[in-house]
């Protein structure tokens, strides 16, 4: 038999029920913690969230605010931030986890389209090395992911937080805790990285 460590995933498997109630592409932007709910940027019209059952570390997508099914259903300012802050992604994944490529793309339409969530549309950025794809997705039909989603969340929230168009480099878990260390009362939630597109 075959064992793969994964101690990170006992908080999904102890959960008592899925934490989200209704469309998580409009829950989890509203909630006070960004860090928790794994967003890592936002703008005016959309925002950045790594995908908590990602295909590879660093799995994000882009989302509008507005729940919609239809690319065509975004205003022009939505769309047109979309795309910037899908670029914005790329040029943070690559000065955080210095991935040899990168795929992006929406599945829309039904679930024979690929997404479990169709009526809220959002772009997948994967990045993607040399090596991923293996002989444990092809022929063990297990995917290992090497590193968990809040080591990847803090990578990718300090290469946001540089990019030009950072206005508020928001605050990370470790910045929180450090804050808390020093007992100064600061008790500002975690948030995202503000991004002006």
């Excluded at 102890?14 to 913690?33: A, I, N, S, T, Y």
């Excluded at 065509?72 to 955080?96: Q, S, V, W």
């Excluded at 300090?158 to 910045?175: C, K, M, P, Y």
């Amino acid at each position: 038999m075959d064992r793969i460590y994964a101690p990170w995933r006992i908080e999904w498997v102890e959960r008592d029920e899925d934490p989200v109630d209704g469309c998580p592409f409009c829950v989890l932007p509203e909630r006070d913690d960004d860090v928790e709910s794994w967003i890592v940027a936002r703008g005016d019209h959309n925002f950045v969230l790594l995908n908590n059952a990602p295909y590879n570390p660093g799995h994000a997508m882009v989302i509008p605010y507005d729940h919609v099914g239809e690319w065509g259903d975004l205003d022009d300012e939505a769309m047109l931030e979309h795309g910037r802050l899908k670029a914005a992604t790329l040029d943070a994944m690559d000065a955080a986890i210095g991935p040899d490529g990168v795929n992006t793309g929406m599945n829309l339409g039904d679930a024979a389209a690929g997404g479990s969530i169709d009526d809220h549309i959002h772009t997948h950025v994967v990045p993607r090395w040399e090596g991923d794809t293996n002989f444990m997705p092809v022929i063990g039909e297990t995917k290992v992911i090497v590193e968990a989603i809040d080591r990847t969340y803090e990578h990718l929230h300090e290469a946001f937080s540089t990019l030009d168009i950072a206005v508020d480099a928001g605050r990370s878990g470790d910045d929180r805790d450090e804050d808390d260390a020093d007992g100064n009362g600061d008790d500002r939630e975690r948030a995202a990285v503000r991004l002006s597109i």
